[in-house]
C-alpha cells in the first residue's frame, strides 16, 4: 500500500501562486510514477501533470502548460505542483496518484493509489 497525503491548497486571487505538496509512505517512492489530477464539482477528476519515476520526462495537460510544473525529490518522498498565473478556471480538489509504470501516465484508471484530495480556490 502506498498512503498520499496532498497538502498547500487554499484561496488565492487569479494570477497568484501555490505549491502543491504530496507526501507519500508505505513503499519505495522511486518506484512509482505520479501524477496531479482535479475534479470541479460537477466535473469528471481530470489529468493535470504527471512525472515518471525517476523525474526524467514529465507530462501536462494542455491547459496548465507553461504555467504548471510537477516537480519529485526521492529523497523527500514528496511531489510537487507549483501553479503560477492561476486562473479561475483551476479552481478544484487536487488529488496526487501514484502509479508503478512510466507510461499510460495521463489515464485517470492507471492509477492504484489516490490521496485524499486538497481545495484550490482562484478568486477572479
Known amino acids: 500500500q502506498v498512503q498520499l497525503v496532498e497538502s498547500g491548497g487554499g484561496l488565492v486571487q487569479a494570477g497568484g501562486s501555490l505549491r502543491l505538496s504530496c507526501a507519500a509512505s508505505?513503499?519505495?517512492?522511486?518506484?512509482?510514477?505520479m501524477g496531479w489530477f482535479h475534479q470541479a464539482p460537477g466535473k469528471e477528476r481530470e489529468f493535470v501533470a504527471a512525472?515518471?519515476?525517476?523525474?526524467?520526462?514529465?507530462y501536462y495537460a494542455d491547459s496548465v502548460k507553461g504555467r504548471f510544473t510537477i516537480s519529485r525529490d526521492n529523497a523527500k518522498n514528496t511531489v510537487y505542483l507549483q501553479m503560477n498565473s492561476l486562473k479561475p478556471e483551476d479552481t478544484a480538489v487536487y488529488y496526487c496518484?501514484?502509479?508503478?509504470?512510466?507510461?499510460?501516465?495521463?489515464?485517470?484508471?492507471?492509477?492504484?493509489?489516490w490521496g485524499q484530495g486538497t481545495q484550490v480556490t482562484v478568486s477572479s
Open positions: 496518484a501514484a502509479r508503478d509504470r512510466d507510461w499510460g501516465l495521463v489515464s485517470r484508471g492507471s492509477y492504484d493509489y
Open positions: 508505505g513503499r519505495t517512492f522511486s518506484n512509482y510514477a
Open positions: 512525472i515518471t519515476r525517476s523525474g526524467g520526462r514529465t
